[in-house]
Nanobody, 121 residues
Framework: QVQLVESGGGLVQPGGSLRLACAAS????????MTWYRQAPGKGRELVAT?????????????NYADSVKGRFTISRDNGKKTVSLQMHNLTPDDTAVYYC?????????WGKGTLVTVSS
């Protein structure tokens, strides 16, 4: 079955960096767009970054970012390892949230359980 497992969250000081990873299984993730969402305390879930696929034959795809993270976050995929990563730099307290990996496979939405990122001094 489709599974998405996030990792890499933790506590980081403002201005610091973290790299999140999403391990995908049960489907050919290279053939589907993959997205990171986040949900801050008391707020709704918001899209952070998406990476599409170029026919599933490349490690690369086009990317899209929320305005709030442009220039600081980078989404990438490693199709061989079936992972999607989110490199985050210059983190601020506003980035504090649970970060979720998402894929829509055959019109069904799948989510990981999330990984908590806390930005605090």
């Amino acid at each position: 079955q489709v599974q998405l497992v996030e990792s890499g969250g933790g506590l980081v000081q403002p201005g610091g960096s973290l790299r999140l990873a999403c391990a995908a299984s049960g489907f050919t993730c290279s053939s589907y767009p993959m997205t990171w969402y986040r949900q801050a305390p008391g707020k709704g879930r918001e899209l952070v970054a998406t990476i599409t696929t170029l026919g599933g034959i490349t490690n690369y795809g086009s990317t899209n970012y929320a305005d709030s993270v442009k220039g600081r976050f980078t989404i990438s995929r490693d199709n061989g390892k079936k992972t999607v990563s989110l490199q985050m730099h210059n983190l601020t307290p506003d980035d504090t949230a649970v970060y979720y990996c998402h894929a829509r496979v055959f019109l069904v939405d799948y989510w990981g359980k999330g990984t908590l990122v806390t930005v605090s001094s």
